[in-house]
């Protein structure tokens, strides 16, 4: 069939332009279908290898995920705290993790971490609180300038400014100086006294140390600066009283809360000569009573 050549057998077929025959072939050992079923068969092996890669790896991925919850959930209970403010003329009771009671006066600030006890158990506090704690239950009590380490007793603290005093009711506490580390043990009817710079001291328990009475909801005064039995009465009636001049008066007596601001007002000015004038619902003026000739 003219100058047409049939090639059989070969590789493929490839005509030069012009319809000239190439003068070589390129020889296969395999079928293109052959190397198609190698070609698939090593696609699958791959997935398969993918497959099981991805399956070893997920226990792992798990673990890791479980880390984060865990994580995130001793985050919140590390951090999460509680605070309570308890405003001028107001007063709160509260209940510890454990059992443990507390009574926080009035102008006083408390927090705690609920979630934390367990591990590390203290409580903050600024102003004036009474404790009842629970036997077995320890636990300090941390202020700016000390710190009260107790178990199973009761007693009262006072912090406020450069004051710190810490009251035994029942049982026995130590009582800490933050600022020396130096410590003292108090028992029941004695009172640590912390003074401005940072020595404790034992007093047994008087009167006129405890201004007012939270578990009597009482005013007990004994031979106290009038200054701070009037600073007292402001706490608790949240009321602001103005003294023009310099009063130095001791005073002495006790009243109830209960009672009207007005009340005690007049309890404590009489035995001075002084009046108070009330000049707005919460603000109040001491002042010389005017002898008339």
Request: hydrophobic share 35%; aromatic share 10%.
């Amino acid at each position: 069939m003219g100058t047409e050549k049939h090639i059989e057998d070969r590789g493929f077929n490839d005509i030069l332009p012009g319809g000239l025959e190439r003068d070589f072939i390129i020889p296969w050992k395999k079928s293109g279908d052959e190397v198609w079923d190698e070609l698939n068969l090593k696609i699958e092996d791959d997935t398969s290898l993918s497959t099981v890669t991805v399956r070893s790896l997920w226990p792992w991925v798990l673990v890791a995920a479980s880390l984060m919850v865990l994580l995130g959930i001793a985050g919140v209970m590390r951090f999460y705290k509680i605070e309570l403010e308890c405003l001028p003329g107001d007063h709160l009771s509260l209940v510890l993790p454990g059992g443990s009671e507390i009574e926080l006066n009035a102008d006083s600030q408390l927090s705690y971490f609920p979630y934390w006890w367990k591990i590390s158990r203290h409580v903050n506090l600024e102003g004036e609180a009474f404790f009842k704690v629970k036997k077995g239950n320890s636990f300090k009590v941390i202020s700016q300038r000390g710190e009260t380490h107790v178990l199973g007793t009761s007693f009262n603290i006072i912090s406020r400014d450069d004051q710190y005093l810490v009251e035994c009711i029942s049982g026995n506490v130590k009582v800490v100086s933050r600022e020396n580390k130096s410590s003292v043990e108090i028992k029941h009817d004695q009172q640590a006294v912390l003074n401005k710079s940072g020595e404790l001291r034992v007093e047994e328990k008087t009167e006129s140390n405890n201004t007012f009475s939270l578990r009597k909801n009482s005013f007990i005064f004994t031979t106290a600066p009038l200054a701070g039995v009037l600073q007292e009465i402001e706490k608790q009636y949240h009321i602001v009283i103005s003294v023009p001049e310099s009063f130095d008066y001791s005073y002495t007596g006790n009243f109830n809360r209960f009672e009207s601001v007005d009340q005690v007002l007049s309890l404590v000015c009489k035995p001075f000569g002084l009046i108070f004038v009330r000049e707005s619902e919460d603000q109040y003026r001491i002042e010389k009573e005017q002898i008339e000739n």
